[in-house]
């Protein structure tokens, strides 16, 4: 069976037409689910009878185990269950006066291990379907005034680790929902052969390349995937991509006091990025403080002072404000204190792998 998120608009279809409903009936659908984005309940244009049939055959797959707010309202996370083994995935909204942002998880924890990343530090539990992807965006809308017009895959997992349901995701996002292509983003630790995948693929999404530090020995301490694939291939990857696709290009830098935060490392990173500019920005984003990883965020006048030297090396860079901190909804901290807990209810128990640097 499908899941209403899963199913595409020949299986709808196709269900519909083993009923004996009208043929404009998958049409109504597939408008309500994806151009009017309403929940099926709510589809009126359809019969009452028809739209529980529908419910009944096309499940969510996403229970929600728990939702929290914080700055006003404008940021919400959600814990969802997963249909069938109950794995817990979050997802965040984050409204802004005339749209929204959606931030997805394309995995279940995450092998790819980054230290300063809660994530990271739980582990790997499995690999979502697009279907679940496609659904998070669903849901999000659903409690969202404002049109979701962008999507990040920066929530918890290695989208590029998922190729297929990831990209499968993108394409329902722009081909069902609507979303241009510049406004999907999808964020990688650098898995060097799925950023040249994606250098091939057919729209041209938005690319964001996680940094962190200028140089090897630096970068494989705080990312281990750097020890395959190190700093000078996934450079030569971000190039390829950005000449495929013609899209400036994002580096995320977390920022770690005392790490990869002194003047002489913005220097270093500016070196190495200058050659794309100004096709590449930098998004300096202040570390938040995860359980299991024992340094502090960089001061935020030290970020300032970063974000400056870069420009005066030649590089953009912009300090990203935290959104849903104080509900654990910022960058890296997905599935910390309630998700942890809950997934071990759910007999989905989460490995807490010690790190160096760990508390
Ligand atoms: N696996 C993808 C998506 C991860 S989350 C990737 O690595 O790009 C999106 C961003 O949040 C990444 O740049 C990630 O390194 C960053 N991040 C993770 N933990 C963080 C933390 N504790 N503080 C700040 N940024 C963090």
Redesign the pocket.
Known sequence: MSTRYAATPDEIAGLLAGWGEPGYRARQVWEGLYKRRAPLEELTNLPLALRRRLGEALPLALEQVHSSSADDGETTKWLWAAGGDGASIETVLMRYPARATVCVSTQAG?A?A?S???TGQAGFERHLTAGEVVEQVARAQHASPQRVGNVV??GM???LANYDATWAAVERFHDDFGISARHITV???GVVPGMRRLARERLPVTL?V?L?APDDALRSELVPLNRRYPLAEVLAAAREYLAASGRRLSF?Y?MIGGVNDAPAQADALARLLRGFSPAAHVNL?P??P?PGYGMPASPPRRVAAFAERLRQGGVGATVRRNRGTDIDAA???LRTRHGAAKSSNLGAPVRMVQRRGGS
């Open positions: 995450c790819m980054c300063f990343c809660a895959f920066m997992g290695e989208p964020s990688t630790v964001a996680s962190h995320e977390a984003i570390l938040n995860t960058c890296g901290q």
